[in-house]
């Protein structure tokens, strides 16, 4: 908690410092170009005093740059800055300073010096905009910054071994940072690390281990954003008091993880409107909440076609389920090592969630239904206590235990939840479920011989 | 043993199986089912971009082992024993042919049918998807149609077991069916109470479901048509992370060979001898 509170005096003082020196643009600009007379950035910055701006041209720039005073950088016609690959492309020192419009590549790929396309360093206040960061392996680091504005940049880290590869975007002690319409992929991961009150909105994460991952960083909120194809959508740990909304999780799929977001002693969370659709796990919870007084809400989400719906880890309590569409998951709620669920609430005011393996019905037209939906199932049972017999899952075995368990209810198992008011219909947004394709011309050749095929051979038989 | 001998065997075999109700009915109601599974099926997905065939086929998979290993079991088992109880058999050796000729005839004369049917059944339902814009990796469903022939093989090695031990087709038909029930239900039913009870460790678990035949087809066909291997649990991300997805893939085919070849020696050694006691 010190650390936390010190970081904050440190983001006011910093807001208060740097506010002071990036508001007026009093400064002299510098034309830097490929043909002279400036024809190095470095150059141009050692004679450039605080507040000046350096305007770039187009072209390829073989130097690494450190901007050690308050300046606004801007790229024109897209110059490429290209570190060589060695150590850090960009370093920016200075409060209140901008970075616009550059390409930025070729950065060194040794995770032990933190080798980055765009470090910010004690530069709070400051703004990336509009920049293409390729083959680096940190992509944007910002460390000791507050409140500085990442927006609109593509970063593309280097095709390596996950085990090898840099954060695309790291936060470091950088409170009240708005992180923004950025284009982010093949990286390890998007991690905020002590820092509050920031906002990520409208990113796009994918081919990462971690498509967003909140360490020990309280009071923030993320928006709008896709994460796919990673290792894990998001993954929230040691943090208070984090919202999200309208976010999508899409076929995150790691091999032992592959959640779509993740909680891990994750207090007073406020989820809704998101899709989380066909990863490994939708929701993972792990000791969360920590806190004995917090509940986390998570409602109105669509939680569909994931292996797992939601992953239980065993006596996790005070989780709110509300209004959430549970729709064709394998398994819709798994408790690990078996067991029921016991101290989360599944319905309030008279209205539960949407389940599409619900088998009831909605007499007086409501919308909720008058049977509760129970999720009891022999096969899941069994393979949350075993988890070695989910190699038996789609075989006829699986359907053939479940026909016995409703034959025979001496074998039933207790159910895992119980939601007293289940929602009848779905809050699956159009488009979501089906959608037409172009017919795949090769599916159908394909499919036309193997229906011609044994067609010949039946008519060639019997003629014979 | 000639060639020839053997096609002429096998296409009376053939002509047989299409005028045999059996056949017929379980051809057009597998068909039926295909099309209809993959009909329901949702289209193209927008946001994830997934077919609507990559969600389906597990049922599919469940339509072939439901169907195919009883087909193959019911047609294999009445192969040598109808033809016994007829008669049939004593008149069809009576001329210039080896038992080999007759036995590899019969096989092939039952398998290829069958093995068009399944093709009919893929195909019909292919089409279906295709025209409702499921993108449906084309490879894939082709490979799930070229398994389910194998397995087909191997459950007809074993009817064939069946079939040279049993007098009356009636009788044969009634052991077919319990090991139908026996090879997908039971069996797996034994496994997982014995993994329960025992408290078995993943490779044991493995071990013992490499031993069914049906359950080695539902594992390729997991592993051929998506990657998610995962899917299978603890067990399946074992298997891949030690053998790799081609490693697996080659253990669970040399399985259904293995299957298909030793029942099919036996049979082969057994009407051999059996035939040369009665005459």
């Given amino acids: ?464 | 043993m000639e060639i020839r001998n053997i096609l002429i065997l096998a296409g009376k075999e053939t002509r047989e199986s299409l005028k045999n109700r059996w056949f017929v009915l379980y051809t057009v109601s597998f068909s039926v089912l295909a099309v209809l599974i993959l009909s329901i099926a949702p289209g193209r997905n927008e946001i994830t971009g997934i077919s609507g065939y990559g969600r389906t086929a597990a049922s599919l998979i469940n339509l072939v082992l439901l169907f195919v290993p009883l087909i193959a079991l019911i047609t294999g088992s009445i192969s040598i024993s109808g033809e016994r109880e007829n008669g049939t058999l004593q008149y069809l050796l009576s001329h210039p042919v080896t038992k080999a000729e007759v036995f590899a005839g019969k096989f092939l004369g039952i398998l290829v049918p069958i093995c068009f049917s399944i093709s009919l059944g893929f195909g019909l339902a292919g089409i279906g998807v295709a025209l409702r814009g499921g993108s449906g990796d084309a490879a894939e469903f082709v490979l799930t149609a070229l398994l389910s022939w194998l397995l087909a093989a191997s459950l007809l090695s074993v009817g064939f077991v069946v079939s040279v031990f049993s007098r009356r087709a009636s009788k044969a038909i009634g052991v077919a069916v319990f090991l139908w029930l026996l090879i997908i239900v039971l069996g797996d039913l034994g496994i997982m109470g014995t993994a329960v009870a025992m408290d078995l460790g993943i490779k044991q678990v493995f071990a013992l479901a490499l031993l069914n035949p049906a359950e080695v087809f539902k594992i390729a066909s997991v592993l051929v048509l998506s990657p998610r291997f995962e899917i299978l649990g603890p067990v399946g991300v074992y298997a891949v992370r030690t053998f790799g997805r081609e490693g697996v893939i080659f253990i669970l085919l040399s399985v259904m060979a293995v299957w298909t070849v030793i029942p099919f020696a036996c049979a082969f050694l057994t009407f051999s001898i059996w035939r040369r006691e009665e005459s």
Avoid at chain 1, 260 to 273: Q, R, T
Wanted: glycine share 12%.
């Fill in chain 1, 1 to 464: 908690m010190t650390k936390c509170f010190l970081s904050y005096l440190y983001a006011i003082a910093v807001l208060t410092l740097s506010g002071a020196s990036v508001v007026p643009a009093f400064g002299t600009t510098i034309r830097v170009s490929p043909d002279g007379p400036v024809s190095s950035i470095a150059e141009a910055i050692n004679s450039a005093s605080p507040g000046d701006t350096i305007s770039v041209e187009g072209g390829v720039y073989h130097e690494r740059i450190v901007v050690d005073k308050t300046l606004s950088l801007t790229g024109v016609n897209n110059p490429v800055i290209d570190g060589g690959g060695t150590g850090t492309v960009i370093e920016i020192k200075a409060p209140g300073s901008a970075l616009k419009g550059f390409t930025v590549r070729g950065s060194g790929s040794h995770l032990s010096n933190e080798d980055t396309g765009i470090l910010l360093d004690t530069a709070g206040g400051t703004l990336i905009e509009g920049n293409r960061l390729t083959d680096v392996l940190f992509g944007i680091y910002i460390k000791n910054s507050p409140h500085t504005v990442i927006r609109g940049n593509t970063i593309r880290g280097k095709d390596v071994q996950m085990t090898e590869r840099g954060d695309g975007i790291r936060l470091w002690y950088s409170s009240g940072t708005k992180i923004i319409d950025n284009d982010i992929s093949v990286i390890r991961d998007l991690v905020i690390w002590w820092s509050s009150d920031t906002l990520i909105k409208g990113n796009v994460v994918e081919e990462g281990r971690y498509g967003l991952h909140y360490m020990s960083s309280n009071h923030n909120k993320f928006e709008d954003n896709v994460f796919r194809n990673n290792y894990v959508g998001g993954f929230l740990m040691y943090s208070v008091d984090i919202q999200f909304y309208r976010n999508r999780f899409v076929n995150n799929r790691g091999v032992g993880t592959g959640y779509g977001i993740g909680f891990k002693d994750l207090d007073d969370v406020v989820a809704s409107d998101n899709l989380i659709i066909d990863n490994r796990v939708g929701i993972f919870l792990d000791n969360s909440p920590y806190l004995v007084d917090s509940w986390n809400k998570i409602s109105d989400n669509v939680i569909a076609f994931n292996d797992i719906g939601v992953s239980f880890m065993p006596s996790i309590r005070r989780n709110a389920f509300h209004e959430n569409s549970f729709v064709d998951n394998d398994e819709q709620v798994e408790v690990r090592g078996g067991g029921q669920l016991a101290g989360n609430e599944w319905s309030s005011g008279g209205s539960g969630n949407y389940w599409s393996d619900y088998i009831g019905y909605d007499e007086n037209g409501d919308g909720i239904g008058e049977i509760p939906y129970t999720s009891e199932s022999l096969f899941e049972s069994l393979i949350d206590a075993k988890p070695e017999l989910r190699i038996f899952v789609f075989s006829p075995v699986a359907k053939a235990i479940e026909l016995a368990s409703r034959a025979f209810p001496v074998i039933k198992p207790e159910p895992k939840l119980t939601d007293e008011y289940p929602r009848v219909r779905s809050g699956i947004p159009p488009g979501l479920r089906t959608g037409g394709g172009e017919p795949s011309a090769k599916l159908i050749i394909l499919s036309l011989s193997m229906v011609a095929l044994p067609l010949i051979f039946y008519a060639y038989m019997r003629k014979s």
